[in-house]
T-cell receptor
Framework: EAQVTQNPRYLITVTGKKLTVTCSQNMNHEYMSWYRQDPGLGLRQIYYSMNVEVTDKGDVPEGYKVSRKEKRNFPLILESPSPNQTSLYFC????????????FGSGTQLSVL | GENVEQHPSTLSVQEGDSAVIKCTYSDSASNYFPWYKQELGKGPQLIIDIRSNVGEKKDQRIAVTLNKTAKHFSLHITETQPEDSAVYFCAASIQAGGSYIPTFGRGTSLIVHP
């Protein structure tokens, strides 16, 4: 089944404790991206990657890091999480031939205490 | 940069009624306008899209219209059913130098009452 898989689904952590949210897609898509969803603010792009070893900032990159060492994986790293990063996070991927058509994962609900 | 406004934030209708969600965008260079449906506990899923060279597109009970001059586009759902209840997001985007950064609206929570 073609899908974007995020883990974990839920995560509660404390301020300053480094964490990684994993994202993997099995569709051989070149383009991958991370979004955060906050009530009343919609979806905002954090980082995106056009291919392996190519990443760039989206609209709200502060406090986040990403890496793209393999085509299928695009982890989101929070080096020192803060409470304002409490949010619902989505990973998405799309093919090079139709980059605009995003396939989203099921989301990761992160709470930073 | 691009700014997308979406209205209403909440829409409540009776089963069988029609529902309309409207979005406006600011950047006249935007040329692709998708709509996503997000069901409870799931990620958004593309349901219909329209490009700037088309004024209207239909897919069964859903349709999207685009007015480039006024810079607004709308989602129309006819004969609504309880399973249409979800959050709907519009988006606008352009491709610049090969990259793609969509701007999403804030979402509309559609509630269809049986």
């Amino acid at each position: 089944e073609a899908q974007v898989t995020q883990n974990p689904r839920y995560l509660i952590t404390v301020t300053g404790k480094k964490l990684t949210v994993t994202c993997s897609q099995n569709m051989n898509h070149e383009y991958m991206s991370w979004y955060r969803q906050d009530p009343g603010l919609g979806l905002r792009q954090i980082y995106y990657s056009m291919n392996v070893e190519v990443t760039d900032k989206g609209d709200v990159p502060e406090g986040y890091k990403v890496s793209r060492k393999e085509k299928r994986n695009f982890p989101l790293i929070l080096e020192s999480p803060s409470p304002n990063q409490t949010s619902l996070y989505f990973c998405a991927s799309s093919p090079a031939t139709f980059r605009e058509k995003l396939f989203f994962g099921s989301g990761t609900q992160l709470s930073v205490l | 940069g691009e700014n997308v406004e979406q209205h209403p934030s909440t829409l409540s209708v009776q089963e069988g009624d029609s529902a309309v969600i409207k979005c406006t965008y600011s950047d006249s260079a935007s040329n692709y306008f998708p709509w996503y449906k997000q069901e409870l506990g799931k990620g958004p899923q593309l349901i219909i899209d329209i490009r700037s060279n088309v004024g209207e597109k239909k897919d069964q009970r859903i349709a999207v219209t685009l007015n480039k001059t006024a810079k607004h586009f709308s989602l129309h759902i006819t004969e609504t059913q309880p399973e249409d209840s979800a959050v709907y997001f519009c988006a606008a985007s352009i491709q610049a130098g090969g990259s793609y950064i969509p701007t999403f609206g804030r979402g509309t929570s559609l509630i269809v009452h049986p």
